[in-house]
């Protein structure tokens, strides 16, 4: 491959990875269940994506693109009543580093921080169904602003969500989430990026009050930037599964192991991910 084509390349990977916001915390199997009003989590996630393959309409432009990320994710969420409904307000800290062999190119430091709540107009515990509403905003904090860090995007962002918990039998539930977000402009260039639209649907078996094991789908549409109208990335249609399995170590302490693998990728990395969540519940 000559150099021109591997800069060409490498800076492809760049911008694709710069929308992809691998430290956005994606809603797991139960993220949608309501807790007791006063409760209090702590939760810590490590996340550990890698890509050897990019595509970029479509198609493939490498198998060598050499992606691997290393993410710690530092989350506080607190539940507590606002007039009869049970709302949760929390804040996101990701910081983490990221490697591109095919660039040669190593970033690391602070994420864009995540705060919101979620409200939940149906919390029924005992019977195990819940409807919760959700707004998230991510405020552009993270370090090297416009070079790639997929951590760092160097404008504001407002997600909607939508999600509904349903015990369909003693063993088993399913949820439904849906979300919309939607883009400031880049503070920088202007660049303009079209709204991205998520669907995930979860499967989860209970194998007891404490263990789950959980099948997760998510798909992801839009999201395409352009800069005084020319396309910069292609808009995304991408698929992820992933399988689950949760259980409490102890009373307070629920651990949660996650494998993921992208089925289709639109425009960027097609990636392969392990994740890890450990939560303390006060």
């Not at 760049?14 to 209090?40: E, F, I, N, Q, R």
């Not at 198998?63 to 804040?91: A, C, F, S």
Request: glycine share 10%; with cysteine; hydrophobic share 35%.
């Amino acid at each position: 491959m000559s150099k021109t084509s591997r800069s060409l390349i490498a800076a492809l990977g760049l911008s694709s990875l710069a929308c992809t916001a691998a430290a956005d915390v994606k809603p797991d199997g139960g993220d949608y269940a309501a807790l007791p009003p006063g409760t209090d989590l702590l939760v810590m996630y490590y996340q550990h994506p890698t890509a050897d393959r990019l595509n970029a309409g479509g198609k493939r432009v490498t198998d060598n693109l050499g992606l691997e990320m290393d993410v710690g994710l530092l989350r506080y969420v607190h539940y507590t009543k606002w007039g009869d409904y049970i709302v949760d307000p929390q804040i996101i800290v990701p910081v983490g580093r990221q490697k591109i062999g095919l660039a040669d190119k190593e970033t690391s430091g602070l994420g864009d921080v995540i705060f919101g709540a979620t409200l939940w107009t149906i919390a029924d515990m005992q019977n195990g169904e819940h409807l919760g509403w959700s707004v998230f905003f991510t405020a552009p904090t993270g370090s090297d602003k416009n070079q790639g860090f997929a951590l760092s995007n160097n404008r504001w962002a407002t997600d909607f969500q939508v999600g509904y918990v349903k015990r369909i039998a003693p063993k088993w539930s399913v949820d439904a989430i849906g979300e919309v977000e939607f883009y400031q402009h880049d503070q920088d260039s202007g660049a303009k990026r079209d709204p991205l639209y998520q669907a995930h649907g979860h499967l989860r078996y209970h194998v007891s009050d404490a263990t789950h094991l959980g099948l997760s789908y998510r798909h992801s549409w839009g999201a395409k930037d352009t800069l005084h109208g020319v396309a910069q990335t292609d808009s995304r249609n991408n698929g992820n599964v992933t399988l689950s399995a949760a259980t409490f170590i102890a009373p307070t302490w629920q651990a949660m192991v996650q494998c993921s693998h992208d089925t289709q990728v639109q425009d960027g990395p097609l990636t392969r991910a392990i994740q890890t969540r450990l939560v303390k519940v006060f």
